[in-house]
Structure formats: C-alpha cells, structure tokens
C-alpha cells in the first residue's frame, strides 16, 4: 500500500478513516497515524465532504461498489485535477459491509489525452471536410477551364479571320479594336492556363515531361521574342550565357514557361530606360538562372510572401489591371518539382533579381565514334535508323558504390538487351540490330535499322522496365540511369545526318536517387557564420559535401556574397575556418498559422586548405 502511487484508505460505517497509506496522507499534507480517525469533513470543504459521504454512505447501505466515478477535485493544496475513484464495500464473516476500501487515483493526463483525441479526431474530420472542398474546387476550376478555352479558340480564331481581312477589308479603326481584342482574348488564355496549372498541382496531376536540352539553345530560342517587348516600352534587355553548352534534362515546356514568367514580370515592373539582364551559371552541383531588373523593387516586408497565390505586392496601375498573382506561385512549384530553389533580393526604387536553380548531372557525351561511325554506315547505305542510348551517369563514381563487377553488369545489361529484343522484334530486327558496349564509360548503344520510331520508344520502355527490376534485384541504389530514343531517317544526306538536331525523348530519369557531382550528407553541428558588414550569426548546419555547406539563417542573405565561418565538431575533434560563396537559398516552408522567415543557404567553399579537408573527410566520412 505504501508503495503504490494511488490514493488507498479504509473507513468504517461512520465514515470514518481507519488506515491511510503513504499517498494519501502526503497528498493531506500530513502523517498517516495523524489522519486515522478523522472523517473527509476535517479536510475537504464541507460540499466536496458531503458529497464523498454521500457515496460512502451508498456503498455502505447498499452493499454495492462504485467502479472508477470520475470527477474534477480540488485537492488541500488548492491545486484542481481530475480523479477516478473506485469504493467496494468491505464485510465481516458474516457478510455484513462493516466499512469500505477506497482507491482514488489522478488521471488529469488522461483526460488531457482523451481530450486531446476527441481534437483531433474533431479536427481530422473538418479537414477531410476542408481536402473534399478544395477538391471540388479544383475539380471544378479544372472543368470550367477546359469548358472556356474551346469557346475562347473559337473566338480567337474568328477575331482573326476578320482581323486578317480573309473575310474582308476593314478600316484602321477596326484593326486597332480587334487588336485589342486579340490582346484580351490572349491574356484571357493566359489566366486559364495558370487556373489549369494551379488546379494539376493542387490535385497532384501536374506531370513533368522530361527531355534532355541545352539550356543555352532554349533562352536563345525566345531571347528576340523578348528583346523585342523589352524594347517597345524602352528597355533594353540582355542575356549572359556561358560559352560552353548548358544539357540538362527537364521539362523544357516548364522552365520556358519560368522563365517567360521572370523576364515578363521584369518588364512589367520596370521603367523606361531601364535595364534587364538574363544570366546563367554554373555552379557545383547546379544550374543558377537569374533575372535581374532595375524596376520598381519589392518592400523587404513583402519578400518572405512573395512566391503565395493569387499574391501581387507590386501595385501599379498596368499590373492591377492584368494578372491574378498565380505566376510566382507556379513557378516555385514547376522549379521545386524538378529539384531546385526559387528566390528573390530586391530592394525599393533599385530593382529585383530573381533567382532558381535546377540540378546539374555530369554525364559522358552522347555519341562515340564507333556508334556514329555505325550510323553513318547505314545512312550511306539509305537505311533509316533508331538509335536507343543507355547511360549510367557519374560512372565513375557509381562503380565505387556496387558490388558487381563491371564486365557481369555490362553482360546482364546485354543479356536484357538481346532478350527484349528477341521477345519484342521480328526476325529481320533481331538479326540487323547492333548492340555496343562500352565497359569504361558506363555507355550501352542501340541501333536498329529500318524501325519506327513509335517501335522503339515501345522496346525503350521494355528496357526500362527490365533494368529497373535488375537494380532493385541486386539492391543497387543510386544508379542514375538515362534512357534515350534518337531518330535518324531515311535518306538523309550523310553531311547533314552528322550535325542533325537530335531531340532526347527520356523514358527512365533515375532509379534511386540522383548522383551529383558532390554527394551530401545529412550532418548537423554548430557553426558561426561573419556574414557582409561584420555581422556574426550563430545557426547549424543542415549538409556537408566535400563542395560545400548547407546552413539555415534568419537572413536574407546575397546571392554571390562572399561569407566566412567557423564549424566546430562536437567532442574537440577539430574545427574548421574558411571562406564560401552564397551559391543559391531556399526559404524554409511554414506550418499553417505560423509564418517562418528562415532560410535554407547552399554555400561553396572559396580554397580550402587541405588540412581542412582531412577534418571533414575524417568527422563527416565521405
């Protein structure tokens, strides 16, 4: 009795205490020898004693218990709780109730629990009510969208048929008034398809179409389209890209539609005489894009909610009139989904930059000279051809992380590659199909004279489906496989077919996760950070790669600003001072009802020491 924590006491009919334990007399505030003989009048006060008498007096009389009666106390000490009291009744040889034992226990944490629980459930269920409604509204965007871009075509195209004079001649008049007509209907096409992108992400439909593209070639391809706008409102506009070609595999729709996004906001929000500037580069890991303009700015305060939908804090009269504070939004989602980061510096009357980074992955070049001189030889010949490249990307690496050796893995690869073909091709196919190896760049190459294109990109997602069941099968992670389908056809000129655009239609973009250039790890430690104009911040670490670091920071820091801090591993096992660059940022995501002005910074290192090196190398165990 005296060990146990509940309340345990005895009473004899008159309800008086005959035996208390240990509990019981501390939760009195006194002895137990001092409380026996005492009733719960010369403790409680005199309601909350009658009624403790009155079931005392119940269990007594009727010879019945009272099981686990709960109810809010109030204890001596002033302190409220709640308890579950059971009383059985307590008899002599001959059955007759001569008093009672009691058992009092505090279960204020659980009423707390169930309290908690009837919340959530509560709140569970006005969620699922809230997923449901916003369901039904996206369902219903998307359907009242799809519904007013057939009727809108329609319209375009007639407003064009008289604009173009096929049904007539018109005079200057007109023209101005269906031009503006057409601008309209354009803008209106343009609010649709945001409402369509928003109600696919929302719903989780918004697919991303994968190709392999130079990104050089894609800014190019719409650098006059933009010069030209740029320059009708007195802008001059110009692009900074590197000599080298840019090729990354994305959804180059997508990345258009950001960028086309960034560079029409840049106009919009800048004066006459103003400048713009489009410049890329290369980082470690990644590709940055930035947007920089001389325009109206946005207000620090403005920043952090700069990316929310339908958000416009850059209120003029030309962007109250076009616009619903969509575009942003969908740009944060469409460079997210792709793995990057999207953010913004800008300061009032002295203009913005606007920056997002999609990943870079080092791979060998697409064609060797033994597969072009293959295809060369069939093209001569007039024989049209597909060709199915196979690539493991950052080989090297890769071959440090399996188990299977090289020429078993490039084997297997060939012994999938005869069997798809074999099940897949008629005779003729399997028999002229050439298949290359080659074992030191991690390069398989598929040439099958005179298929379709449909049927290879059919054999393309054979191969794909049988190497992905090959990795999980001997539990290879972190393969980065690219599966491309290329078309040569027939009759081409031997000297154009060696320059011919090839278009990469990627069918497989990772099994596992994706290899860069310096893996990160998940490392967390103290560091302190001298950010511009000697300020000191104290933050932790998020990764470490042997390229650089991951911090989280309260600032918004200067893309390309030059930091340095001190990284002390735990247990005195060393620290590290040096310099880095701000490669790219990510605001942190707030939880519903809070908002966090916290962000995420990727740094590079700026020459670190090698004894350095070693420390990282040593604590982090690349």
Not at 357 to 373: A, G, H, S
Not at 595 to 600: D, F, G, L, P
Request: aromatic letters at 8%.
């Amino acid at each position: 009795m005296d060990n146990a924590p509940d309340v345990i006491y005895f009473k004899d009919r008159n309800g008086r205490l005959v035996l208390v334990n240990q509990s019981h007399a501390k939760g009195l505030g006194a002895r137990p020898e001092d409380i026996v003989g005492k009733t719960d009048f010369d403790f409680f006060p005199k309601k909350r004693a009658e009624i403790m008498a009155e079931d005392d007096m119940y269990v007594i009389k009727s010879g019945k218990p009272i099981i686990d009666k709960v109810e809010r106390a109030t204890r001596p000490d002033g302190i409220d709780n709640y308890v579950s009291t059971t009383k059985i009744p307590m008899r002599d040889e001959r059955g007759k109730v001569i008093g009672l034992i009691g058992i009092t226990r505090d279960i204020t944490r659980r009423m707390q629990f169930d309290r908690l629980k009837k919340e959530k459930i509560r709140i569970e269920k006005k969620l699922e009510i809230l997923e449901t409604l916003n369901s039904l509204k996206s369902e219903f965007i998307s359907t009242v969208s799809h519904e007013l871009r057939t009727p809108l075509a329609i319209i375009k195209q007639l407003v064009m048929l008289v604009l173009n004079e096929t049904t007539g001649s018109i005079n200057k008049k007109q023209k101005e008034i269906l031009k503006k007509t057409d601008n309209n209907i354009e803008r209106l096409r343009n609010l649709i398809d945001e409402l369509l992108d928003i109600s696919r992400i929302e719903r989780d439909k918004l697919k991303l179409h994968y190709s392999l593209v130079n990104l050089n070639d894609l800014l190019k391809d719409s650098s006059n389209f933009f010069k030209k706008l740029a320059q009708e409102k007195g802008i001059t506009l110009s692009y900074h890209l590197p000599d080298k070609a840019i090729n990354l595999f994305i959804d180059a729709d997508r990345i258009n539609q950001v960028i086309s996004n960034l560079i029409n906001n840049a106009i919009k929000f800048s004066e006459e005489g103003g400048g713009i500037k489009v410049e890329v580069k290369v980082l470690e890991t990644k590709v940055r894009i930035a947007v920089v303009d001389s325009g109206i700015g946005i207000a620090r305060t403005d920043l952090p909610q700069i990316f929310n939908k339908f958000m416009q804090v850059s209120k003029t009269f030309e962007t109250e009139r076009k616009g619903i504070g969509l575009g942003l939004s969908i740009a944060k989602e469409l460079i997210e989904r792709h793995g990057g980061e999207i953010w913004v510096e800008s300061k009032v009357g002295v203009g913005s930059k606007f920056y997002f980074t999609v990943p870079l992955f080092y791979r060998p070049n697409k064609l060797n000279k033994q597969v072009k001189n293959k295809i060369d030889s069939l093209l001569n010949r007039g024989i049209s051809a597909q060709f199915i490249n196979l690539l493991i990307v950052d080989y090297k690496e890769f071959r440090k992380r399996v188990s299977i050796e090289p020429k078993r893995l490039f084997n297997d690869i060939r012994i999938i590659i005869d069997g798809v073909i074999k099940k897949a091709c008629q005779a003729d196919v399997r028999n002229s199909s050439i298949i290359l190896t080659d074992i030191r760049n991690g390069r398989c190459s598929i040439i099958l004279p005179g298929m379709t294109q449909k049927k290879a990109t059919e054999l393309a997602n054979l191969f794909r489906d049988e190497m992905k069941r090959y990795f999980i099968k001997n539990k290879t992670r972190n393969a980065f496989i690219t599966l491309g389908v290329m078309s040569y056809p027939r009759n081409m000129h031997l000297r154009k077919a060696r320059h011919f655009p090839v278009s990469f239609s990627i069918k497989e973009i990772y099994i596992g996760s994706e290899t860069r250039r310096f893996e990160r790890t998940l490392y967390k430690v103290n560091i302190k950070i001298l950010v511009p104009k000697n300020k000191t911040e104290s933050s932790q670490t998020v990764d470490i790669s042997k390229g650089g670091i991951c911090f989280v920071s309260s600032r918004l820091l200067r893309t390309d600003s030059r930091i340095q801090f001190r990284l002390d591993f735990p247990k005195n096992k060393g620290s590290i001072y040096t310099e880095a660059r701000i490669a790219w940022i990510k605001k942190m995501e707030s939880s519903p009802g809070k908002t966090v002005n916290k962000y995420k910074v990727g740094t590079e290192f700026i020459n670190l020491k090698n004894k350095y090196r070693k420390i990282l190398a040593r604590e982090v165990k690349f």
